[in-house]
């Protein structure tokens, strides 16, 4: 996985608030590991802040930011995208092609960093940088560079290569979508749509 940014302050409020806890809890820890209140250096007990913000963060970046009590105070914007994804994309490389290509896009989530892998039967392409923008009209809207790399029955016309996806993330009826575009770089030039649907369970847009 790989770190991604997100146009929201929520990061530096979160991390101001973790480490006054930890300061907190390592004194709340030293009065009862001294009960006769000899005097010492709590800060630098065992266990310290440091650990004890250490450990909260990673708690809070894998699981705690998902809670729904924090999404719903508007707290955490960033939406959960993880899971597995299924639908279909449309590439000008297969001009001419009856049907939409069946694609799936598994996404590995965490506050701060971001995997993605979609797949078809001839290539696949994994994320190599992330960005969240929090657009409050259209949806969150999830851009990433790829490096794709062709299948053992790709045609060999089809090389390795970069590029760019664009992706919103929508409400339609009872599930939620991923849908928009995504071009690619010099030497295969090419560029399409992508359309997938949530397989599991749903992300809350905001």
């Given at each position: 996985m790989h770190p991604y940014s997100i146009d929201s302050?929520?990061?530096?409020?979160t991390v101001a608030v973790l480490a006054i806890l930890a300061v907190l809890l390592?004194?709340?820890f030293s009065l009862d590991a001294n009960p006769v209140h000899i005097p010492s250096y709590w800060w630098v007990s065992a266990p310290s802040a440091m650990s004890i913000f250490g450990g909260l963060?990673?708690?809070f970046d894998k699981r705690l930011w998902k809670w729904s009590l924090l999404q719903k105070t508007g707290w955490i914007k960033t939406p959960d995208l993880s899971g597995l994804w299924e639908g279909k994309l449309e590439?000008?490389?297969y001009e001419g092609a009856e049907h939409p290509i069946p694609?799936?896009?598994r996404i590995n989530q965490t506050w701060t960093r971001i995997g993605v892998l979609l797949e078809t039967s001839t290539s696949s392409g994994r994320n190599m940088t992330g960005a969240i923008i929090l657009d409050e009209l259209r949806g969150p809207e999830f851009t990433y560079e790829f490096q794709g790399d062709p299948g053992a029955l790709a045609p060999d016309t089809m090389h390795a290569h970069r590029g760019t996806a664009r992706l919103f993330l929508e409400a339609e009826d009872s599930d939620y979508i991923l849908a928009g575009e995504y071009?690619?770089?010099r030497d295969r030039r090419t560029l399409g749509t992508l359309r997938f649907r949530k397989a599991a369970q749903k992300p809350k847009p905001r």
């Open positions: 302050n929520e990061r530096e409020r390592t004194w709340l963060y990673t708690l590439s000008s490389f694609a799936t896009l071009y690619t770089g």
